[in-house]
Each structure stands twice: as C-alpha cells, then as structure tokens.
C-alpha cells in the first residue's frame, strides 16, 4: 500500500500549477473576486488601508510631539551628540537649516569646503523649525526623495505577497499553519487566512536567524537611560528583497548602501529555515524552491492578532518590532497612532535590507521607543493620573523617539557611509532629574501627567517652585 504523505510535512511539496498561472488553486469565490479588482485593491482591503492613507500617515502630520523649550525636554542639548561639533556647523536632514553646536540658527549657510569645517548632519526631531510644522512643510527634494523610495519598496514588497499568493495552493498553506481551521475557506476569508499563514512564516523566519544572545532575551529591557545606544547591534540578518530576481528598486544609493554591509547581513534563503517540528517547514521550501526568497512588510493589526491567537511567540513579535506586546497593542488600538505604526511597519519590512550603520540607528530609536512607551503606558494605565491627549506624545519623549525612527529609515545614504551623521544621545539623568517617585517607587512626569486627587502619594511640595502653583491648580480642576 503506497504511503500517504501529510500535506503539512516537508516532504509534501506540491509542483506549481501549469505556466504559473495566478489564482488557478484558489475557490471559485476568490477568482470571482479578482475578476473584478486588482491585486492592489485586494492588497489594500487586507491590510484595511490604502497604499495612498499609508503613505501619507508615514510621512507625519501636524501633531503635539515637539516642545518649543526643548532645552528643558533635552538638558544640556549642545552635549548630547556623538561627535564632537566644536566650531562646526549641524543641518537639519529635512529642511535643510544650518544650527552651531548650540542649536542656534546659522544665518549664513557654512560650508565645509569654503569654511574648512565640517557640516555634520542632525535628525530633524532637534530642529526648531519643527515649531509650527515649518520643517516639515519646507522639506527638502533630498527628503522627499527618500520617502518616495520607502513608497516603493513597500509597493514592490506588496506585488511580492501576492505573486507568491497567487501561485500557491491556499488550502496547503492554511492548512500548515492553522490545520483545519480554514478547511473550508473561501472567497476573502481564503484571501485573509492565507496571507496570515504567510506572515507566520515569515514572522518565524526573523526568530529562527536571531543571534543565540537575543533568543534568549528577545523581550528588549526597559533601559533605565532613555539614551542607551550602548548596546551592540546584532548580526542583522537580510532577506532579500525583488532586487534579488532581477526587479531592480534599489537606487544607486542603496546599492552602495548594501554592497558596504558586512558578511554577515549576507541574504539569508528561507531553505535555511527549517525549525524542527513546525508545522510549516512544507511551505516554507516550497517558497524556497519556487521564489527563492521572501519579504513581507510589517502589519502590526494582523501581528498582533495573530499572537493573541496563539500562532506566533512572543518573543517573535516582540523581536519583529522592537517594542513590548503591551506597547504594540495599544499602538494598534489607537488611531492617533497611524504615523507611529507605520514607521514601526516600514523599519520591519526594511531592517533585513539595509546596511550595519543603518540597523544600528534603527535599531536604537526602536529600544528608545521602547523605553519611552512603557514609562507612557505605566503612568497612562495608573488609576491616580491622567494624561490629556495634548501631552500624549509629550510624556517622556515618545512623540521625539517614534520620530528619531522615522529619521533613521530616512537618513540620507552618504552622510551615514562618511560618518558625517551627528546621532543625539540624550542625558542619562533627564527622566530622574524631570519625574517624581512615588510611594510605590514609580517614576511619574508630572510635566505631563496630572494626579486626579489633590492628596495624592506624589509630594507636590518637592517641585520646583516654578511649578508648584501650577502643579496645584492643575489638581484643583
């Protein structure tokens, strides 16, 4: 009697259809459905969004993040970056406005070559033009370029879901994933199930190449110091992107960017991912056998969803994004947070492709995020305060940090690669010199957060005078 194969074993990988011919496994339902939309408007209704709503929430929106005193949210602000500025001058990368090493507007733009000082360039989260939203409005043809160069990477990683999608079997992939559960799948559901299949492999892929170090220890601590950047970057692994099969989206930038990455960010085949006993090692080679590589760009909604459903770890989505599940949750939760998400989407679908430098500073702005959105989520979900949707993204700088991540993902090429890149590292004392603790020992900011009874554990008495009378009218409303 010959043997039955399992069609969730590795050994069970079915050929592809006859001439590739898209769509030709799926339900009758799904087929209809393409006949009448294209793979971007089924892309779209996927994600529940709009590649035009997704890029326009990237590139930001007029919004309370920074504070016009920002040498009283950055002490010290003229120590804070890792070179030494001296009589040199910093550009903002986004519009272009030349500062000294104080953060003082240069009238006259200053030039390396005809000044023979260097001209460091600085995030945009530093510039005062941000003020108003001037810096924003006024962005350079430099910064706009690169935006519309995550717009395509994006836009291609997309087309690359659904070439793999439409070539595969979906009641295979469903059922390696999720086993019965989508036995019956058609139509959308089919459509859904099967791109969520696809991310739990790709999600897993991102697990199985983690340095030993970080599997370990995937949850990213919360850093007593706002500013660690101390630690190493890992070994970025890279999962190729189209490039690779002769799609050409890399500039000419990028393509010295990536040439420059070391050995061990060399592209990684999903052949190599064959974790024992996953349920979906058939589907990950038979992706090997017939695309060679795969990429995916973030999706915290259906992430998310699927670790509260049990299909990935924790320290998988966590290792994905950088962030806690407690932060991504609320994220997801939250609509004011379109801008935020999709940075945090983009640095996941772009870490495997960048260069060491560029990991290094995104990798940074994610722990800092981290970092700021628990010390945001442990005042916000404490029953003594409140915080008003006008100081949100003020608390301990989350609104600056989600925005050094934006700032990472679009720092021009050259300046990384010549080490003219002034990175900021904030003072390691700012959270305890600006909070108060309280009696349970919790750091609370009260610049941001108001306590909701008057006699509460915080000892208002102990702020600064210029803020006492502040403190207690705030209470009294």
């Known amino acids: ?266 592209p990684v085949d999903l052949g190599e991912y064959i974790p024992s006993g996953k349920r979906t090692d058939g589907p990950a080679l038979w992706i090997q056998t017939h695309f060679k590589k795969l990429a995916l760009w973030g999706d915290i909604q259906q992430d998310v969803f699927l670790f509260l459903g049990k299909h990935i770890q924790l320290q998988e989505l966590e290792y994905l994004y950088g962030l806690s599940k407690d932060a991504l949750i609320t994220l997801n939760l939250n609509d004011n947070w379109a801008s935020e998400r999709e940075w945090l989407q983009a640095y996941a679908g772009m870490r495997r492709s960048v260069s060491a430098e560029r990991y290094q500073m995104m990798r940074t702005a994610s722990q800092r995020i981290n970092t700021s959105m628990g010390r945001f989520l442990a005042a916000r979900y404490d029953a003594r305060f409140t915080i008003s949707s006008a100081d949100i993204k003020l608390y301990a700088m989350n609104g600056v940090c989600f925005r050094e991540l934006q700032s990472a993902l679009c720092a021009p090429t050259p300046t990384l690669l010549n080490g003219l890149r002034a990175i900021g590292r904030p003072d390691p004392t700012w959270w305890k010199e600006s909070t108060r603790e309280t009696k349970d020992g919790k750091r609370i900011h009260l610049a941001h957060a108001t306590p909701k009874n008057f006699h509460d554990s915080v000892d208002i008495w102990k702020l600064p005078s210029q803020r006492r009378g502040q403190q207690l009218n705030r209470t009294r409303q």
């Open 1 to 266: 009697m010959a043997k039955v194969l399992d069609p969730r074993s590795p050994a069970f990988i079915p050929s592809p259809p006859k001439k590739f011919a898209p769509w030709v496994s799926w339900s009758s339902e799904t087929r209809e459905i393409f006949k009448h939309n294209s793979t971007e408007q089924v892309y779209d209704a996927i994600i529940c969004t709009t590649a035009a709503k997704r890029r326009l929430a990237f590139r930001g929106t007029p919004e309370t993040w920074f504070a016009s005193n920002r040498f009283h949210i950055l002490p010290q602000l003229m120590n804070v970056f890792d070179v030494n500025i001296g009589t040199g001058a910093l550009q903002c990368e986004r519009c272009g406005r030349m500062y000294d090493h104080k953060l003082q507007p240069v009238v006259a733009p200053r030039h390396e070559s005809s000044v023979g000082e260097p001209v460091y360039q600085m995030s945009f989260v530093y510039c005062s033009a941000n003020i108003g939203n001037r810096c924003m409005t006024q962005s350079s043809k430099s910064w706009n370029k690169r935006l519309l160069y995550i717009d395509s990477v994006e836009h291609i990683t997309s087309h690359h879901v659904m070439e793999i999608l439409s070539h595969m079997d979906p009641k295979y992939l469903i059922s390696s994933v999720f086993g019965d559960a989508g036995k019956d799948a058609v139509g959308t559901r089919e459509i859904m199930m099967a791109y969520r299949a696809l991310r739990v492999i790709w999600i897993r892929s991102f697990a199985s190449h983690q340095p030993k170090s970080l599997m370990q220890t995937a949850s990213i601590p919360n850093a007593s110091d706002l500013g660690d950047s101390k630690a190493t970057s890992p070994a970025s692994p890279t999962l190729s992107h189209p490039s690779d099969s002769g799609v050409g989206w890399l500039s000419d930038e990028e393509k010295a960017e990536k040439d420059k990455t070391p050995n061990n960010n060399a």
